[in-house]
């Protein structure tokens, strides 16, 4: 059935590196994305989101990829720090006008001093 | 400054012992779910509210009821909590596409 996954379910790296967390999703009517970091017994936060009309949009130290001809996503952290060790849920809206979202299957992120 | 407010925080219920959990928001958003989120796992929609109108998903069970009093309040009702709806129960809002998570209520089934 359609799904959004994760290639990678745990990623770690070394505090000061760069961080790429990948999601694959498969409805070609999906038209806005978000990533959202979640910690140990926290709601989900969000990070950023990107339309489909866009295929990169940049924040704080994090940027987000799309590929829309293999539908595939991707949050880059740059100089990965303790505090983004969490888990990264991207999720995707598949074209309603409100926020009804479909979740991916999430990646754990551990970042070592 | 507490956008989504959960509560309680942490709930402990007997098996088969009818628990209910609350969520309130302050951003005057339309639309209200409700998650089902087990550990390592994304969470899973239960339903939502657009408006009054009650949205259930196609796989959630008949044991997992919502009420929705005003724009501000949504319950989650578990009518017979059984040892597999051990989970953390995230609300969440949304008026548009981004959707706004509460801190979540971990449920104990004992």
């Known amino acids: 059935g359609e799904n959004v996954g994760l290639h990678l379910p745990t990623l770690s790296v070394q505090e000061g590196d760069n961080s790429i967390i990948n999601c694959a999703y498969s409805?070609?009517?999906?038209?806005?994305f978000i990533w959202y970091k979640q910690e140990s017994g926290k709601g989900p936060q969000f990070i950023i989101d990107?339309?489909?009309?866009?295929d990169k949009r940049q924040g704080q130290r994090v940027t987000v990829l799309l590929n829309k001809t293999v539908k595939h996503l991707s949050l880059q952290i740059a100089a990965t720090q303790p505090g983004d060790s969490a888990v990264y849920f991207c999720?995707?809206?598949?074209?309603?006008?409100?926020?009804?979202?479909?979740f991916g299957q999430g990646t754990i992120l551990t970042v070592h001093p | 400054d507490a956008m989504v407010i959960q509560n309680p925080r942490y709930q402990v219920t007997q098996f088969g012992k009818p628990v209910t959990l609350s969520c309130s928001q302050t951003?005057?958003?339309?639309?209200m779910y409700w998650y089902q989120q087990k550990s390592s796992q994304a969470p899973k929609l239960l339903f939502h509210?657009?408006?009054?109108?009650?949205?259930n998903e196609a796989d959630t069970p008949d044991n997992f009821q919502s009420r929705r009093p005003n724009t501000s309040f949504c319950f989650l009702d578990i009518r017979s909590p059984g040892l597999g709806d051990a989970a953390m129960y995230l609300c969440?809002?949304?008026?548009?596409?981004?959707?706004?998570f509460g801190p979540g209520t971990r449920l104990t089934v004992l």
């Open positions: 999720a995707e809206n598949r074209g309603t006008s409100y926020g009804k979202l479909t």
């Open positions: 969440a809002t949304s008026r548009e596409e981004e959707q706004f």
């Open positions: 409805n070609s009517a999906s038209d806005y």
């Open positions: 509210y657009y408006d009054k109108d009650f949205n």
């Open positions: 990107i339309r489909s009309n866009m």
């Open positions: 951003l005057n958003h339309n639309v």
